[in-house]
């Protein structure tokens, strides 16, 4: 079975830091590009971070930069976003996502069709 399965999400508090994982089964990631969204409550989804394919390029939205690291462990075929210097903003069900490289090293773009993990929320309290 093709599946993105995320895990640890949680409580943290303000200035704290949390690593996502994003374990894939079904498929090898080796071949896709991996991207990182969050949805807060009555906000549209965004894309946070992704890492390509291709070369292992890394893609940072502006409010994570600096914060967040994405990276991939092809042994363990897992993704992982390290988050530090949490903040209240930072709120949100986070997804990982992998598709196909359709854009060249624009890893930040595509996953319309691509496979989706169900999320893992994760709350920063002030």
């Known amino acids: 079975q093709v599946q993105l399965v995320e895990s640890g999400g949680g409580l943290v508090q303000s200035g704290g830091s949390l690593r996502l994982s994003c374990a894939a089964s079904?498929?090898?990631?080796?071949?896709?590009?991996i991207g990182w969204f969050r949805q807060a409550p009555g906000k549209k989804r965004e894309v946070v971070s992704c890492?390509?394919?291709?070369?292992?390029?890394?893609w940072y939205a502006d409010t994570v930069k600096g914060r967040f690291t994405v990276s991939r462990d092809p042994a363990k075929n897992t993704a992982y976003l390290q988050m530090n210097s949490l903040k209240p903003e930072d709120t949100a069900v986070y997804y990982c996502?992998?598709?196909?490289?359709?854009?060249?090293?624009?890893?930040?773009?595509?996953?319309?069709?691509?496979?989706w993990g169900k999320g893992t929320l994760v709350t920063v309290s002030s």
């Open positions: 079904g498929f090898s990631l080796d071949y896709y590009n």
């Open positions: 890492i390509s394919s291709s070369d292992g390029s890394t």
């Open positions: 996502a992998a598709d196909y490289s359709r854009y060249g090293s624009r890893c930040e773009l595509g996953y319309g069709a691509g496979i």
